[in-house]
């Protein structure tokens, strides 16, 4: 999903909750469960500890979040096919769902993706390291193909985070503008009851499932984003994809949205006159400049059977949801435009000639009809109207 707006604002109302319940080994629907879980939480007031408001605000970020979640949407059915992943995620959350961890989740992703903004810390990926020269490799790879040096920082986000003390409390005084005292005290509740009672907090992977490119250029003195955190990868893997293509294809993907910020004037005007139009242009182009680069000769060197088995559990993020502002193109479409940047690639007249970004979003702009198809066009300028 793309977000430009003048201020991106997290508002957290959410007050603290103590609950606790019995995981059971039974085989309930994964609605069943959260409405189960949900249902047991119980409110307890506590006067020391007040509501969380955000204190800083971030002015004119443009924000690229490709992998968009929220417990509520694995309850609620989704307008395209179940697919793998989406199995996958269920069965996540289904497996360890409890009062505190539906309760927690939302602000747990949440004070995640923030910490992520600010981490300047040494970065690793993978919960114990384990990704972090390969994602070095192809970040030089992307760095070297698409000439653009030192531009980019990409960065890990770990569960860990949320069962660090110090850290926490840089969260709520950072963030939220805590005294340091009283954020030592939301600290100390969130890690010896919440992550000590829960057993979905801070075990589960979609803890750490963001994958997003952000400019923030140079507000908190950081630049370019890219955020890919473990529990992503994680699901992945556990859905049958070689994690080294996984991290090719993320990466290499939201390497697109961070050319498209070095080239506004690709779309003075904005990609479409609608909202949802727009981000699906956008969207369907990263996924053309994916194709493209995981499949070059010099590139990510993979052949297309590979890459499209990656693609094939990362576009299940493709939606059906048509008049939505974040609409990302179906999973048809995604696969069709990096398909096509695939063929581009090897149909280079110059076996191992890179072509610059610039000529690749012309080649973009050439086949977007077919992707998309004329029809669908038509029933955006209806929505439009």
């Known amino acids: ?106 602000l747990y992703a949440e004070m995640n993706f923030y910490y992520s903004l600010t981490d300047t810390s040494e970065q690793y990926f993978g919960a114990n390291g384990e990704y972090t020269n390969l994602v070095s490799k192809i ?48 600290a100390d509740y969130f890690i010896n009851v919440v992550n000590s009672e829960s057993t979905f907090l801070i075990e589960s992977p979609l803890v750490s499932f963001d994958g997003f490119a952000i400019a923030l250029e140079g507000q908190l003195d950081q630049g370019d984003l890219i955020v890919i955190g473990d529990g992503l990868i994680a699901l992945a893997a ?7 293509v996984v991290w090719s294809g993320i990466m290499a993907h939201e390497w697109g949205h961070q050319i498209q910020f070095n080239n506004r004037d690709w779309y003075p005007n904005g990609a479409a006159d609608n909202a949802p139009e727009a981000t699906r242009t956008t969207e369907l182009e990263a ?55 695939y063929i581009l690639a090897q149909n280079a007249k110059k076996k191992g000639h890179i072509l610059d970004a610039e000529a690749v979003h012309v080649s973009f702009l050439e086949i977007l009809e077919t992707v998309v198809g004329p029809q669908e066009n038509t029933n955006f300028l209806a929505v439009a109207q």
């Open 1 to 106: 999903m793309k977000i430009k707006t003048n201020k991106i604002i997290l508002s957290l109302t959410a007050g603290l909750l103590l609950a606790s319940c019995q995981k059971e080994e039974t085989n309930v629907s994964i609605e069943e469960s959260f409405n189960v879980a949900k249902s047991s939480a119980t409110s307890k007031s506590n006067s020391s500890l007040e509501q969380l408001s955000p204190t800083v605000r971030l002015e004119g970020i443009e924000l690229f979040n490709d992998n968009p979640f929220t417990i509520s949407q694995v309850v609620t059915p989704s307008a395209c096919a179940p697919t793998l992943f989406n199995t996958v995620i269920d069965e996540s959350v289904s497996s360890n769902i409890d009062a505190l961890g539906a309760e927690w989740y939302e």
């Open 139 to 186: 970040t030089r790879g992307l760095e070297g193909f698409w000439n653009m040096p030192n531009e980019v920082s990409v960065r890990g986000q770990h569960n860990s985070t949320l069962n660090d003390s110090s850290k926490v409390i840089d969260i709520l005084t950072f963030w939220y503008g805590l005294p340091e005292e009283e954020a030592a005290i939301y």
């Open 238 to 244: 556990e859905a049958g994809v070689d994690s080294k």
């Open 287 to 341: 996924d053309f400049f994916t194709g493209y680069y995981l499949t070059h000769k010099r590139g990510g060197t993979y052949n297309w059977k590979k890459t499209e088995e990656f693609l094939s559990l990362f576009f299940n993020i493709g939606d059906c949801s048509f008049t939505s502002d974040g609409h990302h193109g179906t999973p048809a479409q995604r696969m069709e435009a990096a398909k096509q940047g």
